[in-house]
């Protein structure tokens, strides 16, 4: 099992200021917002990504694609929160968190391949 380390942590650049709360336990990660949200089985997934759009400072510039048979979560890193997303990726053994500390960094549109279930991520 892969563990965010503190160095880790301290490349990703934090966002803050978006809308809806993140909240993770049993095995569960939920986005709530006053509209409604998501709840999103963690042994479901199938795939994590990182959408990063260059619509930034002032806009919501990064989402965390949660991959599952059902559909796919949408949830921006600025809700409060955030960063039990990436707690939740010590669940997921293989996860590449070059790939989240790069997204974090991206200033342009891209997609940032953070874990698939069942196949061997090369770059």
């Known amino acids: 099992?892969?563990?965010?380390?503190?160095?880790?942590?301290?490349?990703?650049?934090?966002?803050?200021?978006?809308?809806?709360?993140i909240e993770l336990d049993e095995g569960a990660l939920r986005y709530l917002t006053g509209e409604g949200g998501v709840i999103v089985s963690l042994p479901?997934?199938?795939?994590?990504?990182?959408?990063?759009?260059?619509?930034?400072?002032?806009?919501?510039?990064?989402?965390?694609?949660?991959?599952t048979p059902e559909g796919t979560a949408r949830i921006p890193a600025s809700a409060t929160g955030s960063e039990k997303m990436v707690d939740a990726l010590a669940a997921f053994s293989g996860a590449r968190y070059e790939q989240v500390i790069a997204a974090s960094g991206s200033t342009e549109p891209r997609l940032f391949i953070v874990w698939q279930k069942d196949r061997l991520l090369v770059h």
């Not at 099992?1 to 709360?21: E, K, N, Y």
């Open 44 to 67: 479901e997934v199938v795939r994590v990504e990182i959408e990063t759009t260059g619509d930034g400072p002032t806009e919501d510039d990064l989402f965390w694609l949660w991959v």
């Open 1 to 21: 099992m892969a563990f965010f380390t503190g160095l880790q942590r301290a490349r990703i650049r934090p966002r803050s200021g978006g809308r809806g709360v």
